[in-house]
């Protein structure tokens, strides 16, 4: 045991709160000797140890880099405030779980970026790690710190603290950085050197030091253009062609403490094509990979053999698109349901099959059923491509009910484009039919958990040109729902209203915000998704301290010739393809799946005949 690791353990661990998170050796965690290594890297997760582990990013990255004789991947988590406290007060430096060794010590520091509110726990960690904030002031010493996860494909507001971006799906991309890291480590190759190389050589890798951001007189970008030969003017994102062929962990570490997700998950298909108008996700990650059958049987049967969950979750975007879902589940039901070992899905999408997916997912445990309607009227749905009717809606919870669920859990959001004050009263009036439902099959009303998210217009998606509802207007509905819906069995989480308007300023911000991160952290903002730890009059103050007015970044209504400050990343679909599609949910048209209909033009798949002028 080195000198680190006998300090925290004997002299810090026994005064923290869950001491589990922060030890290390977990079962199928791996640890190497370092003098056998070429490049040490630590995958940095910019939240808690019980939401990074629960994360399957982190799980299939981690193996993948360890299968490597010549790299050593660890992990870090953002410590929780007791043991930060203790960390800063005896001077101990932020450290891998693996091996305690210090983050300034590896060659790449990795961080996961999943959600915007994670980014000044990213500062605090480098701050902890005694690396320096700014990347421009990193010394020759300094490991490289790299970014990758669903926030890159719109990088600005961390652009002054990254190295480089790695944007797209990191499975082929991350060992070829490795891979050239490696090969420049024995030569005489400065830190700036290195970076421009990797950015000139991975076609993914965005290094925003090198990129000149011009603007006009409004505050609006005028360019964003390299400013060194051989980088490219547009970056492309990695996608993964066949999932079949892609590495997945069968070992997945199994934490010590509980976790959100303390369970298997099988990625069964990657992407989605029903063009949901408001999804990120589902804009940027097409064309669908689907996995075998075979496939996926086999990966479940072997982590459930190295690991003893008891629960496999089949994840997918859009898990009801998986084409061939009824017999898979007859597969995993003969192999899984005589181990009792339950098999999930995540929220489940609305259509005429609904019916039959109850049946199912007759499994161990019946949990709550989760579906994802969205809007609660039609012309709603069809504004923002949610091509679902009642009807199905109704009859597939009805069928729940029958089989023997008790909870039906809807999520839907308020601030669409076009909202009306009559298209908040129908969510409370679905969810008391919902309800209803019930009543008719056993004579007692259904349990309905309704959570409300406000919409934050996304990069890459044909709402990123609109604005969004004011704080006001949040509350207003927020209490319009509150005041309508009365039914004891009939519970509401409103998600909070300032974080979301916060999350709406980063999700299409550009590096100008930078400095407002910075001027928030050192006020003391971190672990800004939680209710406890967040302040937004500390954010409104870091603005106002910057000269930076926020509502720049929300509320306004953005021009159609606007450059917006991720034009220059490309994730597949095109922007005349996104304006065509904002275009259509303005006359309430609906886009089919290209799956079964034909193909949109979009621009993510050979298939499209403006594929190869992007």
Same mark, same amino acid.
């Given at each position: ?33 370092? *003098? ?11 939240? *808690? ?49 693996? *091996? ?46 790299? @970014? ?56 993914? @890798? ?56 303390? $369970? ?5 298909? $990657? ?16 064309? *669908? $990979? ?173 709402? +990123? ?76 103050? @870091?603005? +106002? ?60 798949? @050979? ?8």
């Amino acid at each position: 045991m080195n000198a680190l690791k006998l300090f925290v353990t004997e002299n810090i661990l026994p005064l923290v709160e869950m001491p589990g998170q922060y030890i290390g050796g977990e079962w199928n965690s791996i640890v190497k000797n370092h *003098t056998d290594i070429d490049v040490k890297i630590v995958l940095a997760f910019p939240d *808690t140890y019980s939401i990074g582990m629960s994360h399957l990013g982190i799980q299939i990255l981690y193996g993948l880099l360890n299968e490597r004789n010549d790299t050593a991947c660890e992990r870090v988590f953002a410590p929780m405030d007791d043991m930060e406290l203790l960390m800063r007060r005896h001077k101990i430096p932020l450290f891998s779980l693996e *091996t305690y060794m210090p983050l300034r010590e590896f060659d790449i520091v990795g961080f996961s970026l999943q959600y915007e509110l994670s980014y000044t726990n990213v500062l605090n960690m480098l701050d902890l790690a005694e690396i320096p904030l700014i990347a421009s002031e990193r010394r020759e010493t300094d490991p490289l710190i790299i @970014a990758g996860g669903p926030c890159t494909i719109s990088p600005e507001p961390v652009a002054d603290f990254i190295d480089i971006f790695l944007i797209g799906d990191g499975e082929e991309s991350l060992p070829r950085l490795i891979e050239l890291v490696k090969d420049m480590k024995g030569g005489n190759v400065s830190r700036k050197e290195k970076i421009i190389s990797l950015a000139q050589t991975i076609r993914n @890798a965005y290094a925003p030091a090198f990129y000149d951001v011009s603007y006009h007189q409004d505050s609006t970008i005028k360019e964003i253009r390299p400013k060194v030969s051989g980088l490219p003017a547009l970056i492309r994102s990695a996608s993964v062609r066949d999932l079949n062929k892609t590495y997945f962990p069968t070992k997945p570490i199994v934490p010590y403490v509980k976790t959100v997700h303390d $369970r298997i998950t099988i990625e069964v298909m $990657r992407g989605c094509t029903q063009g949901c108008r408001f999804c990120q996700a589902g804009m940027s990650k097409r064309p *669908t $990979r689907p996995r075998t059958i075979e496939n996926i049987v086999k990966l479940a049967e072997l982590c459930y053999a190295g690991t003893g969950h008891n629960e496999i979750s089949l994840a997918s975007l859009s898990i009801s698109d998986y084409p061939f879902l009824k017999q898979l589940m007859e597969q995993m039901n003969c192999v899984f349901r005589p181990r009792y070992v339950n098999v999930s899905f995540p929220s489940l999408r609305v259509n005429e099959q609904l019916v039959l997916l109850p049946s199912m997912l007759n499994t161990v445990r019946k949990s709550g059923l989760t579906l994802a309607p969205e809007a609660a009227t039609q012309t709603l749905r069809k504004i923002i491509n949610k091509n679902i009717t009642d009807e199905d809606l109704y009859n597939g919870i009805e069928e729940a009910f029958k089989q023997g669920w008790n909870l039906v859990k809807l999520y839907f959001m308020v601030g669409l484009p076009t909202e009306t004050d009559d298209d908040i009263n129908a969510i409370a009036r679905l969810a008391y039919n919902v309800s209803d439902l019930k009543k008719g099959i056993s004579g007692a009303f259904g349990r309905v958990n309704i959570s409300i998210a406000p919409f934050v217009p996304k990069a890459h998606t044909p709402f +990123q040109w609109e604005p969004m509802v004011t704080l006001q207007r949040i509350k207003e509905i927020r209490n319009r729902l509150f005041d309508r819906i009365r039914r004891k069995c009939i519970s509401i989480k409103f998600h909070n209203a300032e974080r979301s308007i916060l999350e709406g300023i980063f999700a299409r911000g550009d590096r100008r915000l930078g400095s407002v991160i910075y001027k928030a952290w050192q006020e003391g903002c971190k672990f800004d998704a939680w209710g406890e730890h967040f302040h937004f009059q500390k954010w409104l103050d @870091a603005f +106002q301290k910057v000269g930076i007015d926020w509502t720049f970044y929300v509320h306004r209504q953005r021009d159609e010739g606007e450059v917006f400050p991720w034009d220059h990343i490309n994730c597949g679909v095109l922007k005349p393809f996104l304006m065509h599609e904002k275009q259509k949910s303005l006359n309430e048209e609906i886009t089919p799946d290209c799956r079964i209909d034909e193909c949109p033009e979009c621009g993510s798949c @050979a298939r499209s005949r403006n594929f190869c002028t992007v």
